[in-house]
């Protein structure tokens, strides 16, 4: 397999398994041409190359077969035990040279540990097959428990965040539906007539909730503040942003005793520690 790329994705690349390939001898020249040029573009494909060589060296030394100590003696054994032809006799100085005959059987010495040794080639080779072939299913395994790992957080984390929204809606249905709460109505001030907020508060309860019907949003420097009217003084009930007025609030705290009204002022980002009265975005009285 050659691959041809103008920008080469290494993680592709050295999982396709064309370096163990090469490694084994399988590859074409072209690929092998292809690997070499890489290697030296790639810093990562040549690290790769090398750990292969190296898992590749250390297989081969782990499932070598030695041979029995026996063995070399039972070959060695048959051998003697062949009809050697007459040979002619002859003398032989120590100068003469003997020159044996490429594949002239009866003259030719056997060599078993030659076939040994070829058997473990193929062995090898087998194992070496038979190891991307694993290596590549589990990295494919992997993959598959990585996408469905995230799969199960990302679902954990919408159930999660499920469960937090009902809490919360079942909250505000606490406020709503208790029998004390009342419904105030705050009207538009001059700083913006056209406003309209409504504060759901149980006097029973202690708790409140708010939405906006129509608000201008303030400037990204400033938030909204709150204020309870309880015996003629400003009490703040905290800050609040537009998303959060304009969505309904969660429940907050109201526990002064002889409120008279709600008002809703326009503060700089943190609030303020008594209302902004030019600032003043709507107001509105607690009917008895």
Known sequence: MVY????????????SGILESVVLGFASDQERQEVSCLMHIYPEIKTEMMAIE?????????????????????????ISKEKQLPSEKQEYTEETKIVQMAGTSATSEVNPWKWVAAASVVLFIGAASLWITTNNQSNALSDQLAAA???????AEVLTAMKIEQERTNSIQAVLTEKSTKNIKMAGMPKDPTASVKIMWSDNENKAVM??????????????QLWAIADGKPVSLGIFDYDEVTNMTDPFEVSMNNISAFAITMEKRGGSPVPTMENMIVMGAVNS
């Open 4 to 15: 041809t790329f103008s920008a080469v994705d290494v993680k592709e690349y050295i999982s």
């Open 54 to 78: 190296i898992a590749f060296e250390k297989m081969a030394f782990d499932t070598a077969v030695k041979p029995a100590a026996e063995m070399k003696a039972r070959v060695l054994s048959s």
């Open 149 to 155: 790992r995230k799969e199960q957080i990302e679902n």
């Open 211 to 224: 939405l906006a019907e129509n608000i201008t949003a303030p400037p990204t420097d400033m938030q909204y």
